[in-house]
Each structure stands twice: as C-alpha cells, then as structure tokens.
C-alpha cells in the first residue's frame, strides 16, 4: 500500500501519479489536499508519513512545488528515509542503498513523464540488503 499527499503545488502532479498507480494495479491511500487551493504541504507531508510509521503503508510519494519543503518534513520524522529526486538513477540508487521509504518530488521542477518514470522506479527497486548499507542507515538515526 502507498501513501501519496501533496500540497498545492503538487495537486496536478499528484492525481497523474494515482491514476498511473490505478493503471498498474497499485493501491494508495490518497492523504490529499483535497483541493488545488493554497495551503501548507508539512500537513499533508506528516499525513502521509504516517501511514508509513503505522506500519499501514510500505511506501510515501509526498509532493510539493519544489519537493524541497516536504522532505525536509519527512525527514524530521523517526522511522522516515526520504529521498527528493530529479532522476531515475537516484531513485533506484536510494533504494538500493539507503533504503529509503518515501519518495519526495518538485512538480514545479519535473515533466509529468519524467516524474511517472521515477516513481516507477523508486517503487520497483528492492533494497540490496548488503551489510554495509544496513549499517550505514542504522547510523542515520539517532
Ligand atoms: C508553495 O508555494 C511552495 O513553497 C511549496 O510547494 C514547496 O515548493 C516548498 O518547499
């Protein structure tokens, strides 16, 4: 199950990115905003995260113009690895080494497609499970 919420920024963004999960198959939890209004993306940020903390959700795609706000209040949450990426290689890389459970985007900084591919690839991309990655996030928190 995925966690997906953005703030205005990333309203249009985001309704592309669920039907495109719908077309694959895949079931999200969709933690708004419910509207293209302005408003304040740490709220719909910590919403997603924590359906991830719960246990309720495996993954998060949060969203906002830059994507910069909304993971850096992703990342002030114990239990939170979020990754802001602009590429695919990033997205397959922290997965693969950082394990990183929520995925952050910039709408204002992406096209629909390029956004679509990472998204694809951050949730198709197993951890490596190797020993040093494993010890290298278990120094991350505190
Ligand atoms: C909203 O205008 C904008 O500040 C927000 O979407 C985001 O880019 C913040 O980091």
């Known amino acids: 199950?995925?966690?997906?919420?953005?703030?205005?920024g990333g309203y249009e963004l985001r309704h592309k990115i669920?039907?495109?999960l719908t077309?694959?198959?895949l079931e999200?939890?969709?933690?708004?905003?419910?509207?293209p209004a302005s408003c304040d993306y740490p709220d719909y940020g910590k919403a997603a995260c924590a359906?991830?903390?719960s246990g309720e959700c495996d993954r998060a795609i949060v969203i906002c113009g830059t994507g910069i706000g909304i993971s850096m209040t992703a990342n002030k949450i114990r239990g939170i690895r979020?990754?802001?990426?602009?590429?695919?290689f990033s997205a397959k890389a922290t997965r693969e080494h950082n394990d990183a459970n929520v995925l952050a985007l910039g709408a204002r900084v992406l096209g629909i497609d390029l956004a679509l591919m990472i998204v694809d690839t951050f949730l198709d991309t197993p951890f490596s499970n190797d020993q040093r990655h494993i010890r290298r996030i278990s120094k991350i928190e505190d």
């Open 1 to 8: 199950m995925i966690a997906i919420a953005s703030d205005h």
């Open 18 to 20: 669920m039907e495109h």
């Open 23 to 25: 077309k694959r198959g």
């Open 28 to 35: 999200y939890i969709d933690c708004g905003c419910d509207t």
């Open 51 to 53: 359906k991830v903390v």
């Open 82 to 88: 979020c990754a802001l990426c602009g590429d695919c």
